[in-house]
């Protein structure tokens, strides 16, 4: 097996938030980096050239390798914001009906704004998620 496309960077996440064409969507991205900052008490770090990811942990695959891989991260895409988060916790299903208008998988949770997410929940389902991520 190759090595995995996304890696940790040496980018600067600030500037690479601060790139954010769109001032709403810039502003969302600074308050959700916030919100995981909090959750994790790690800086945000670059994942390729998109992924501002927060906090590590080790992922072992089937084969028995492990790799490096953060704890939880998002992504500013064209149209949309998406959340990568953990969804393996008791309550998860609860929190995700709860968050407002998403779209998306298990674990990417895409949405426009802010606006349309219950902010509170997103900061519960963010902090649940960090603390059982491993």
């Known amino acids: 097996m190759g090595e995995p496309k996304t890696r940790s960077t ?17 502003a969302d991205c600074r308050a959700i980096a916030a919100i995981m900052k909090q959750a994790t008490r790690a800086n945000p770090k670059m994942w390729g050239s998109g992924l501002v990811g927060f906090g590590t942990r080790k992922v072992k695959y089937a084969g028995g390798r492990e790799a490096e ?23 998860y299903r609860g929190l995700r009906a709860k968050l407002g208008k998403t779209s998306g998988g298990r674990a990417c949770i895409h949405f426009k704004a802010l606006t349309d997410i219950h902010l509170p929940t997103l900061r519960k389902l963010v902090a649940q998620s960090v603390r059982s991520g491993d």
């Open 10 to 26: 040496r980018e600067s996440a600030g500037k690479f938030l601060s790139s954010i064409k769109d001032p709403k969507r810039r």
């Open 69 to 91: 891989w953060m704890r939880i991260a998002f992504a500013p895409r064209k149209d949309r914001i998406t959340l990568y988060v953990n969804s393996r916790f008791t309550g």
